[in-house]
């Protein structure tokens, strides 16, 4: 075989084998069919030596016969290569096609993203339930949203052009403004207060947020505004400031509002060196008055006395209303001496008494009221607006205790008195709490002097001062709660009483008061359920005294929660009957047993004839009403004689026996001692 036929021998080969590699890699039929062909003329070329019979290797010849089969070869080894090279780049710009194909595909779905965030963004702004606007750089609207239209009353084209003045009230003060475009100014946001005018003139509160919108290139060209109308909010502010520091009833300045008038009123005279008072009014038995007549009325009362008293003070002070029946007055500037402002003030509380005295109508009906006044003049060295206040109280209290209807300067030894009362205050809530109270009993009797009850009273062992008698710690105890925990304790002590007597074979009938404080808890009567369970005590021994002023309020709530004690067998007794508001329409509803009458009636019955008239009134009521009688306060031969002679009353007094401690009590009765 010749040089030349191997050569061909070996492209074919190598074409073939380049087919093979190429058409694996890109898979095309292209370079297959080629391959093939290259492989086929490969095997003409082997078949075509083996006929000759040349063995191997071949032997030399010219080999030009097979110099057509070399180029056929070259040939097909050149259209491999192109051919490959061809589908390489084809293949190539096939991917890059995909490529570019995806990158647009990427880029609308990016495009739908941002249509639909930009959809969602313009509807939030559209349905915003805050007014959103926005202006170009010359403050010229160009886009509101439904609740701009809504809230303002203006439509789009009414607004779309127009400046935002249009919303422009008149009452934003002119410094929002220019903290407003100050801001813009400088291409800051502001937000703050704005008060507004919508289109059908009414004024609304809103806060605003106004924020530049700024260019690629930095530019401020438009502004947007979010309004938030507060004018709810801003109306609910005042109110409930309005009651912080306003009396709801008379809608005077309160206690609160008062102490800071006071504080700044102190420093200004201080200052200035002036002298200036306040007055404490407090309306004389407004209580009666509120339980007799009922609330309505009583708060009626009370604004017109809040009325009267404002008007009499025009602008020169301050008239507050501190509690039901309380008000105060704050004059400043009365001089700059101390008596000066003095004989001031004297003039001003002689004008109070006299407009509270005069007659108010109220529903056609003429109520007549006086008041009683506390006066201090301040400042004084060390003053604040606590002090004064304590002062102007105490001088109130004095007032009260000299009859009434009159008014009180503080003086130094009514300090004493106020220091006093607080000491009572704080000692007996010891009291109460470490068992220095006592139970001490009076004896009830018949015209025969036979026992056939007791009064329940208490007393207090003061470790230092000994006995303490009702009538200094009570009346503490009524001004405060401790009443309550004194009246707890009494009811409890009483009932023990009872059920110590029932056991040793001696029952009796025990009578203890029951302040209105007391008979008001809400768990009063759960309570006294829960007691008599306890100690086993006859609830049809036991006699509840109360007060007119207590049965009359409210009455038919009072009728109601006394019909619920009476059904336990608990006797029922008005106290001091005769001494407030007496209503025998109210008294006949009531489920009451008996009436007591007052000391102050029984004293000068025999020789004075209003009292006796009085006492025999009574005795004729509860005849009629058939409830018994205690007559309290018998002392002498001669007041026992005038009642017996008179009806069946049953006698409380010192002629009979003095309150003693329950167990001497108990033995002296009996004749013997309690268990």
Same mark, same amino acid.
């Given at each position: ?40 003329? *490969? ?13 191997? =290797? ?47 595909? #990427? ?28 202006? #170009? ?15 303002? &009353? ?15 009230? !008149? ?29 059908? #003139? ?50 005077? =300045? ?8 006071? #504080?700044?009123?102190?420093? +200004? ?7 200036? *008072? ?5 309306? @004389? ?8 007549? !009922?609330?309505?009325?009583?708060? *009626? ?15 020169? &002070? ?94 130094? @030894? ?22 220095? +109270? ?24 003061? =470790?230092?001062?000994?006995?303490? =008698?009702? &009538? ?24 023990? +009483? ?50 007119? !002023? ?27 009957? !005769? ?91 009996? &004749?013997?001692?309690?268990?």
């Amino acid at each position: 075989m010749s040089l030349i036929l191997s050569v061909s021998v070996f492209i074919r080969l190598i074409a073939m084998i380049w087919a093979l590699h190429l058409w694996y890699r890109v898979r095309d039929w292209r370079i297959g069919f080629l391959g093939a062909m290259v492989a086929l003329m *490969a095997l003409r070329q082997s078949l075509t030596l083996s006929k000759k019979g040349l063995g191997w =290797p071949p032997q030399l010849s010219s080999g030009m016969d097979e110099i057509p089969g070399l180029a056929v070869s070259v040939l097909a080894l050149l259209s491999i290569i192109f051919l490959g090279r061809m589908i390489s780049d084809e293949r190539r710009r096939s991917s890059e096609l995909i490529a570019a194909n995806q990158e647009l595909e #990427n880029q609308i779905v990016r495009r739908h993203k941002a249509e639909d965030k930009l959809l969602t963004l313009s509807q939030a702004i559209e349905q915003s339930p805050e007014s959103i606007f926005i202006t #170009n750089a010359e403050a010229e609207i160009e886009y509101v949203n439904a609740a701009f239209i809504r809230n303002t &009353g203006y439509s789009m084209e009414e607004a779309l052009g127009e400046n935002p003045r249009i919303l422009k009230s !008149g009452k934003t003060s002119a410094e929002t403004y220019t903290h407003l475009w100050d801001n813009l100014s400088q291409g800051k946001p502001w937000q703050g207060e704005l008060y507004n005018r919508r289109k059908d #003139n009414s004024e609304c509160i809103e806060w605003s947020i106004i924020s530049p919108v700024r260019e690629s290139s930095g530019k401020i060209s438009h502004y947007v505004a979010i309004n938030q109308d507060i004018t709810e909010k801003k109306q609910t502010e005042a109110k409930i400031n309005h009651l912080a520091y306003y009396n709801s009833l008379t809608d005077l =300045p309160n206690r609160t509002l008062l102490m800071e008038r006071l #504080n700044r009123t102190l420093g +200004l005279l201080e200052r200035d060196e002036n002298k200036g *008072a306040l007055f404490l009014v407090n309306i @004389d038995r407004f209580k009666n008055i509120n339980d007799a007549r !009922g609330h309505t009325l009583g708060d *009626a009362l009370l604004k017109m006395l809040g009325k009267r008293l404002s008007e009499l003070l025009y602008d020169s &002070g301050t008239v507050a209303h501190l509690a039901s029946d309380e008000f105060a007055i704050l004059v400043p500037e009365l001089g700059l001496q101390l008596e000066q402002a003095r004989h001031r003030a004297l003039i001003i509380s002689g004008k109070i008494l006299d407009a509270i005295r005069q007659p108010i109508t109220i529903d056609n009906e003429e109520i007549h009221v006086t008041a009683s006044l506390g006066i201090t003049i301040f400042p004084e060295p060390y003053d604040d607006e606590g002090t004064i206040l304590r002062r102007a109280d105490t001088a109130l209290h004095r007032a009260k205790e000299s009859g009434r209807n009159q008014s009180a300067f503080f003086e130094t @030894d009514m300090s004493e008195s106020a220091e006093q009362r607080y000491l009572i205050e704080r000692e007996l809530r010891h009291a109460v709490a470490n068992g220095e +109270l006592r139970l001490f009993i009076q004896p009830q009797v018949d015209k025969y002097g036979k026992l056939v009850g007791a009064e329940a009273l208490v007393r207090w062992q003061h =470790p230092e001062r000994g006995l303490v =008698p009702p &009538g200094v710690f009570i009346p503490v105890a009524e001004e405060s709660d401790l009443i309550l925990d004194v009246g707890d304790w009494v009811l409890s002590e009483a009932l023990q +009483l009872m059920a110590k007597g029932d056991m040793a074979g001696h029952p009796f009938h025990l009578a203890v008061n029951l302040s209105p404080r007391q008979f008001r808890q809400t768990n009063f009567i759960p309570w006294l359920k829960d007691l008599l369970n306890l100690t086993g005590a006859d609830p049809n021994h036991l006699t509840l005294e109360v007060t007119e !002023g207590l049965v009359i309020e409210n009455i038919n709530e009072v009728i109601a929660r006394m019909s619920e004690i009476a059904a336990l067998g608990v006797h029922f007794s008005i106290d001091d009957f !005769g001494t407030g508001y007496s209503s025998l329409s109210y008294l006949k509803r009531l489920p009451v047993h008996e009436l007591k009458i007052d000391r102050s009636f029984i004293q000068d019955a025999p020789v004075n004839e209003s009292d006796a008239a009085l006492v025999e009134t009574i005795l004729a009521v509860a005849e009629h009403m058939h409830l018994k009688v205690v007559a309290e306060g018998v002392e002498t031969e001669e007041q026992a004689a005038f009642l017996n002679a008179r009806a069946d009353v049953i006698h409380q007094g010192y002629l009979y026996g003095k309150p003693e401690p329950m167990d001497i009590w108990f033995e002296r009765w009996f &004749g013997e001692p309690l268990a």
